[in-house]
């Protein structure tokens, strides 16, 4: 059954403002900071030590460093192509169809001048196409020791995330990082992860790789579609018990996968998947019943409605030891889970959410409140958005968009008043 609560629970991950001056640090504690934070600041060249307390009022002559390990994807890209992005930066670089694309954010519209920290992998000489805002640049590389070259200025018309194209022209090079004297680079490939909220009922809006519309979530669980490399996935996972115990599966529906071991790497327990080639667009339902069986655990059962049969799909139910509960705790988030996909953008609706308590009385859910993880909320990431899109709440992430929505706030979506229909005792149960 659904829990009566009225308030639902939704969240994301960043920080909201970056204009204060950057930490001043001496050139040899960037490279320590850089491989834990990927943000970092160092002296210019021309400036020495001493100078690092005059230059914290005029931080500009300090630059700001971009790693490519943490802050760049490889977005274009043949059939086999052998380009990676490791802990050293772009290598392997073989073919000059392939485009790098490296991020920093702008808080507000100026200039910013651009360097590449680059050195070649064997070979005299490569050359580089950076393209930026739509401006090309032309560096030649030259000599195995790491260096900066420098790029150019360009002017950005206002806030929000500035993408650096890299394009090999010639082979045989190595790229670490960018520089800029302006703007925020902060390990843009983490995970952009639960964006929270309390919904039953999502339209996907977009489907890209990667993506996982969580809708039903729960203390204990959640339920939700998934999509992956090849195929699409409607799943329904439930954590072991608080003490360890271990959650079984009493049975499961037709057609339905067992795949309990780890949960996508967050809990042990168990979990199940249903192949199904869901349709962005198409707007999904899911009910999830959970009820105390009175003899010491909770059984957890979840429906998947398909608009394309017209009909409520049986998704498994779980039986929780060590644990007596109805539902509570009711969140969804949608969440990029392939880090090099942080480069695409992927959206969705929930609306229409209800909650049925043990009398059978149905109360429909209107509030949510909007938060993020740690991604967001140390500012790794700012593309991230979240609240009321007509009738229904919106969750929006990655994509590297300029206009983000602060976290840590309450929203109120109006009420259908349009109560489920659907039987719950009638509802299949193999």
Same mark, same amino acid.
């Given at each position: 059954m659904f829990d009566s609560s009225s308030e639902s629970n939704m969240s994301i991950s960043m920080d909201d403002d970056y204009n204060s001056p950057p930490t001043i640090v001496t050139p040899s504690d960037v490279s320590t900071?850089?491989?834990?934070?990927?943000?970092?600041?160092?002296?210019?060249?021309?400036?020495?030590?001493?100078?690092?307390?005059?230059?914290?009022?005029?931080?500009?002559?300090?630059?700001?460093?971009?790693?490519?390990?943490?802050?760049?994807?490889i977005t274009t890209a043949s059939a086999g192509a052998s380009e990676v992005i490791n802990d050293n930066g772009l290598a392997?670089?073989?073919?000059?169809?392939t485009i790098t694309s490296a991020?920093?954010?702008?808080?507000?519209?100026?200039?910013?001048?651009?360097?590449?920290?680059?050195?070649l992998a064997g070979g005299n000489n490569s050359t580089v196409r950076i393209t930026?805002?739509?401006?090309?640049?032309?560096?030649?590389?030259?000599?195995?020791?790491?260096?900066?070259?420098p790029v150019g200025t360009i002017n950005v018309a206002a806030q929000g995330y500035v993408k650096v194209d890299l394009q090999g022209v010639t082979k045989d090079w190595r790229c670490v990082g960018l520089e800029c004297d302006r703007g925020l680079c902060n390990q843009l490939r983490q995970r952009p992860r639960k964006l929270l909220l309390v919904i039953p009922r999502p339209i996907v809006g977009q489907d890209v790789v990667g993506s996982y519309f969580m809708v039903a979530g729960f203390d204990g669980g959640y339920s939700g579609i998934q999509v992956k490399e090849n195929q699409r996935w409607v799943l329904f996972s439930v954590w072991d018990a608080d003490n360890g115990q271990k959650t079984t599966l009493v049975n499961k529906g037709a057609e339905v996968v067992d795949n309990s071991m780890g949960v996508g790497g967050e809990a042990t327990g168990g979990q199940v998947y249903l192949v199904f080639?869901?349709?962005?667009?198409?707007?999904?339902k899911f009910i999830t019943r959970t009820r105390p069986d009175g003899a010491g655990s909770t059984l957890y059962s979840a429906w998947f409605f398909a608009p394309e049969s017209n009909t409520w799909r049986y998704l498994a139910t779980w039986e929780r030891p060590?644990? %007596?509960a109805y539902q509570s705790g009711t969140y969804s988030f949608l969440e990029n889970f392939i880090d090099t996909k942080g480069y695409t953008g992927r959206r969705?609706?929930?609306?229409?959410?209800?909650?049925?308590?043990?009398?059978?009385?149905?109360?429909?859910?209107?509030?949510?409140? $909007? %938060?993020?993880?740690?991604?967001?909320?140390?500012?790794?990431?700012?593309?991230?958005?979240?609240?009321?899109?007509?009738?229904?709440? $919106?969750l929006r992430n990655g994509g590297l968009f300029a206009d983000y929505v602060s976290l840590n706030q309450n929203f109120t979506r109006a009420a259908t008043g349009?109560? !489920?229909?659907?039987?719950?005792?009638?509802? !299949?149960?193999?």
């Open positions: 900071r850089r491989r834990h934070s990927f943000l970092s600041v160092k002296a210019a060249s021309v400036l020495p030590i001493r100078s690092l307390v005059a230059a914290e009022e005029d931080y500009k002559s300090y630059r700001r460093i971009c790693s490519v390990a943490g802050n760049a994807f392997n670089w073989n073919s000059a169809s991020y920093f954010r702008m808080a507000s519209a100026g200039s910013a001048t651009i360097g590449l920290d680059a050195y930026v805002n739509g401006t090309a640049f032309t560096v030649q590389l030259a000599g195995t020791a790491p260096k900066t070259y080639n869901w349709v962005a667009g198409n707007m999904y060590s644990t %007596t969705v609706l929930f609306g229409n959410q209800w909650a049925r308590n043990v009398n059978g009385t149905w109360s429909e859910l209107t509030a949510a409140r $909007y %938060t993020g993880d740690a991604t967001a909320s140390n500012a790794q990431r700012m593309d991230y958005a979240g609240g009321v899109d007509s009738r229904r709440f $919106y349009l109560k !489920p229909t659907v039987d719950v005792g009638t509802l !299949p149960t193999q």
